[in-house]
């Protein structure tokens, strides 16, 4: 009865020390000598701590528990719920209990910290286990490879953020996040689309489970994603006439495939296919590792555009240069933009010097597009006596006098990655039938403006006649046909058709060239594999280009999608503005 009266009296403080009791279980396990246990009591009484009766110390030694408080060693968030409340203070009780804790012996902290322990890698094992790489995803027959589409920027469809974006290999759609409240989780759950690839990892993963998918039947989307060349690859490029099949069984060469026009983008369509025959920086871009140093997004995604044109085992045969144009947009400052037609030897000159610009090293002015297109010119400026003032007085140069005439004359070199060809004017008037006649030209007499002899008049950024002359030639040569000119009101296009040879240009018969080094001999003959033409009006024309396919020397026409094979002799006829001829070695 007096068993029954005290308990009934203390069943708050009992319920109250939850902690205090199972410390005294612990207690009992570890501490079998009865005098440790009654000093261990006889500490927590002397420190004035608790003054109520020692009842679980009772039961603990009668040896059976207490009915009005279960233990349960499960339950390890309450406990540590319950320590929370006791390290910040939370009321008078808890800082009893904290004390008789502190108080307690030390091998009793110790086993609560193992216990801990192990609670915590048990659940750590718990999640591992839960979302370890698995290869039996239920799921991969759900993959439509016809919807995968990575030409576009990686941003996700709903929050438009480029953190973390996964795509959706059911439908094609990309969506930020894999955690329970990202949007691939949410369209995970809502359409029931469960294979998911990390745009920038590359793994694979099945939501809402949330594992990785180990299966070697994604590889061929990783390539797709990221297409790799190994440098064996690379050099068998050149050699390789095997066509490549789509998808949708359409057949595909590679380094042949069209290139989408987004809105009036052909000008870097063209461009972009004529760069894609230049074979040392082709290659150089085929790998990576070669420009890993560089952090500019240009750079980068003339790497992965270089990777998906040469790339044999594409979903489909085309691709979309989203990622590039976007890239051109932010570098040229908007120059250079998607809906506005632009010059593509303006386009080329921007492209060459922006990526010579951030591929070059602090230690040396060169770079891979110096090594391909960089030539010298020597350049010998007569400048007339009125805007020779200064010159005069300062004494630099040579003057030479005659009736009050002055010339002063300068020369100096310049390097150049293209050179500029002027086309002669049009007739002006129609011929006996009342017809336009549309002149020719032989490319040879038009060269003549670098043999060192032939005056070019010019006016801007002041008046002088200057002499040019090649005194060193580039391994790439790329020749500009100056077809537009801007008057006053409008720009108009000289339809001057110039003769060239598609093999075999011999530039020494028609350019003085110095003389080569011992043990070196002469290279100066060249060979077409890039022609971009300009078809229609000047300010409503279209850009097409002739590319030469190496492994076969066949000659084919592109514009945009569309990839054609044509003969040699349509390449000579056409309204050539830009082209690029490669040395023989």
């Known amino acids: 009865m007096l068993f029954k009266q005290q308990s009934s009296l203390e069943t708050g403080n009992i319920l109250g020390s939850f902690q205090d009791h199972q410390i005294k279980v612990r207690e009992e396990k570890i501490v079998k000598n009865k005098r440790v246990e009654e000093d261990n009591m006889g500490t927590e009484e002397s420190g004035g701590v608790s003054k109520r009766p020692r009842l679980d110390g009772q039961s603990s030694a009668s040896g059976f528990e207490n009915p009005l408080v279960p233990y349960n060693d499960v339950d390890d968030e309450e406990e540590d719920f319950e320590r929370g409340k006791t390290a910040n203070g939370g009321g008078r009780g808890e800082e009893n209990r904290g004390q008789v804790v502190a108080a307690g012996n030390g ?338 007499n038009i060269l003549k403006k670098f043999d060192g002899e032939t005056v070019t008049e010019v006016v801007r950024p002041r008046v002088a006649r200057m002499k040019y002359r090649v005194t060193r030639l580039p391994q790439y040569l790329i020749l500009h046909m100056q077809r537009f000119k801007k008057n006053n009101f409008f720009i108009e296009k000289n339809p001057t058709l110039v003769n060239f040879p598609v093999k075999n240009l011999e530039l020494k018969d028609f350019i003085p060239l110095p003389m080569p080094k011992e043990n070196e001999r002469l290279r100066s003959k060249y060979d077409l594999i890039a022609d971009i033409v300009h078809d229609g009006k000047p300010n409503e024309g279209f850009y097409r280009v002739f590319v030469q396919r190496k492994s076969e020397e066949l000659w084919y026409e592109m514009q945009d999608l569309h990839v054609s094979e044509t003969l040699p002799q349509m390449v000579a006829l056409s309204e050539a503005y830009l082209q690029i001829y490669e040395q023989q070695q």
């Open 107 to 444: 091998e009793e902290e110790e086993e609560e910290e193992e216990e801990d322990l192990y609670g915590q890698e048990n659940s750590m094992e718990k999640r591992k286990s839960q979302f370890e790489p698995r290869e039996d995803c239920p799921y991969l027959d759900t993959v439509n490879r016809q919807v995968l589409d990575f030409d576009f920027e990686k941003f996700c469809s709903v929050s438009l953020s480029n953190l973390n974006v996964y795509a959706c290999l059911v439908c094609g759609k990309y969506y930020q996040g894999r955690g329970k409240k990202s949007h691939a989780y949410t369209h995970s759950l809502e359409a029931g689309h469960h294979v998911y690839v990390n745009l920038r990892t590359e793994k694979v993963y099945c939501l809402p489970d949330g594992y990785e998918i180990i299966d070697p039947s994604l590889d061929d989307i990783r390539h797709v994603l990221n297409p790799r060349f190994t440098r064996e690859q690379v050099k068998q490029l050149d050699k390789n006439r095997q066509w490549s099949r789509a998808l949708d069984g359409s057949d595909y060469l590679p380094g042949m495939v069209g290139l989408n026009n987004i809105k009036e983008t052909d000008f870097v369509n063209v461009t972009i296919q004529s760069l894609m025959r230049v074979t040392p920086l082709r290659n150089f871009f085929l790998i990576p590792e070669n420009y890993q140093h560089c952090k500019s997004p240009l750079v980068q995604r003339y790497g992965e555009l270089t990777r998906k044109i040469w790339h044999a085992r594409n979903f489909k045969g085309q691709v979309s240069p989203h990622e590039f144009l976007q890239a051109v947009m932010k570098a040229s400052k908007k120059r250079f933009r998607i809906g506005q037609q632009s010059d593509p030897v303006e386009f080329m000159a921007w492209l060459l010097n922006t990526l010579h610009t951030n591929l070059r090293t602090s230690k040396k002015n060169n770079s891979i597009i110096y090594e391909c297109f960089q030539g010298e010119l020597e350049v010998v400026k007569e400048i007339p006596n009125k805007a020779i003032t200064e010159k005069k007085e300062n004494g630099d140069g040579q003057i030479d006098g005659g009736a009050g005439h002055y010339i002063f004359t300068e020369t100096s070199r310049m390097p150049f990655l293209m050179l500029g060809l002027d086309l002669p004017p049009p007739p002006l008037f129609k011929d006996v039938m009342e017809k336009n006649i549309i002149p020719q030209v032989p490319l040879f």
